[in-house]
């Protein structure tokens, strides 16, 4: 039997990826689950924009142009104008979600075996993106007791190397709901210039930002316009993972030209979903608003139930639709696990991503998790009930464990 | 400035891309530009399907399966069952078009630098494909006098190496338009099994077979369970190009495995086209038989064209919708680009793509074109039209530029 490559056995897994087989199992066994491990929300599509579709009066569904249709991407300028982004169509590559626009971008920014500076905790499927383009990720890691805040631009200079050709950062972030202010973005952007360094930005979550914070895009840093390249995604925005329409946002030109070749080798972005994307552009601001409010409220009620649970490390994140948690444990995967396999409270479990797949350096995160609050508020309080008794329930777990001699 | 990759500066490009802005500028100026260039079929898009799309109920769009939905892949197990090929939906991996079912197969079983043998000519984008992963083509050239028959199975041996990890082949062909037997599988096949190789089948013009020929599937190929890598795309056969949804089909575990970890991180194929994807398989067999007997009959138009032009070679292709023909002068590249620059035939001319570019041995193919018949018959006779006048025209063309000396 010919056997499969090396790379092929390797591709990195998402952190909860093993958890899977045990919360169908717990499923099949009558539990409920609540899913705070994936960043999917119940929020609605806008009803607006599947009618869009629902009218469509296609009779061939052709390709569109590889970069994505000429309508959506104008239109798309104007939806960056209201963030003082100042951009042309050509500016703008339509991707088959976020995850393509990351693709072409580490394709057409690195060579193999060059290096990009990610702070971690990341998400963790840039790992698996890199793996593609044969890249290196050299983490800076942050502290969950400042609010996994950026670290100074020192600790960021230390590890440039020859190899490297970028940093890459997720504003707001995914794992950590951490939102990086304008002076965050000048100091990289200034480290960026100085090396002449790629300077990255997911910026898939950027409606998301609280407590009166401001998004301010790395596409507004001056002097930088041919560093900066940006990930955008309608995905969590208007909550339509499964459209797979996302952007890569430059001013770069060679990088346009570069991705544009990859663009053009798998030939379009899916064609139905462009409906849909460039219909939400014709809406007013009330749904985003309504949706920024309502994951506000979700973000308070997990806050204080955290903060309310003894020895639990937690923060008040300022954007996206994630937390981080450090749980007073051992072993964050064994308790994942044990939710799952083990624990029920009032017919029902919460499953979380334990934190240490976000973390590129060994060892990290092992007492952490991620938390999506992706669910309604009643719904959030009832998984925040199962943690609370979960955490308690797990000690005497936890102590027998330890306990009883391995095997 | 950062500058980009190396290979972002060399992803390989399409066969006609250089001639795209000449296209563009005949068009501007009034003349109607007939695309024989590319395979965007001008057929309709089956109704049935597009209403069901048109019929959605969704609230929320959220990821499928990164394999796919389940119904689909259960339906899709049926539709291969008329192929006579046995499958579960374990074994499809629902893709964003054929292209990316290629990108997870070349990932998934070819490490850097490993080769894969494929005939030439090919379809162009594998090179890209390829590029991308970080893998080597060797090609084993055809001929246009034998219809680009496959080459004895003695050819593909002599240039196996130590680096030599599989087979690909694409059946019908694009671009030739061949068709290769059960024979010609089942050597090829033998031949993957000695020497402990992937057969990799690009099956998207599966339909498309002229002359009662009957299509043979690889996947039917016995005792090569492990070694058969089919991709598949609904693109051309309901004329849905721009939904972009294909499949990776194979019963080899570890494939499926390394296959599913690069699924899973990117996140979900497109979820709207896979409502389309899936009613497709609810209609019964006549709109495939119609849309065959349609390319069928455009088939005949330009081949019958083709034998009266003088110093024409050609062939009628056993499949697909394409066909190549070597023109009696020097080089299809200028040939074609003066077609678009300089050429009007009752206010139109015709877009074609240069041969060499399917070539991955230097030097070859500059005499010959790739023609898609995929307009209707109507067009197809004029465009064949422009295409005598301009060959009976061009000579005179041709043998001033000779005379001409290079400045």
Known sequence: M????????????????KLVPFADKAKDAGKHVYHLNIGQPD??????????????????????????????RKKLVEYYRKFEIALTPDDIIV???????IQFAMLSCFDIGDEVIVPEPFYANYNGFAQIGSLNIRPITCDIEDGFALPPVEAFEAVITDKTRGIFITNPNNPTGCFYSREDLTQL?????????????DEVYREFCYDGKEFYSALRLEGLEDH???????????????????ALVTRNQGVLEAATRYAKLRLSPPGLAQILAEATLDMDDSYLGQVTEAYDRRRQVVYNRLQAMPGVVSYLPGGAFYCFAKFPLRSAEHFCQWLLEFFEHEGA???????????????LGRDEVRIAYILNEQDLEKAMDCLEVALETYKAVEAAMEATPAS
């Open 189 to 201: 952007g200034r480290l960026c210039k100085a090396y002449d360094l790629f300077l990255f930005v």
């Open 43 to 72: 929020i609605e599509t806008p009803l607006y924009a599947l009618q869009k579709v629902r009218e469509n009066q296609l009779k061939v569904l052709a390709y569109s142009p590889a970069v994505g249709q000429l309508s959506y």
């Open 95 to 101: 991707t088959t979600g976020g995850s393509e626009a």
């Open 349 to 363: 479990t919460v499953m979380l991503s334990p934190g240490e797949g976000f973390y590129a350096t060994p060892g």
């Open 228 to 246: 900066v390249i940006v990930v955008d995604s309608i995905s969590k925005r208007y909550s339509a993972c499964g459209a797979r329409i996302g």
């Open 2 to 17: 010919p056997s499969i490559s090396s790379r092929g056995k390797n591709v990195p897994m998402s952190p909860f990826r």
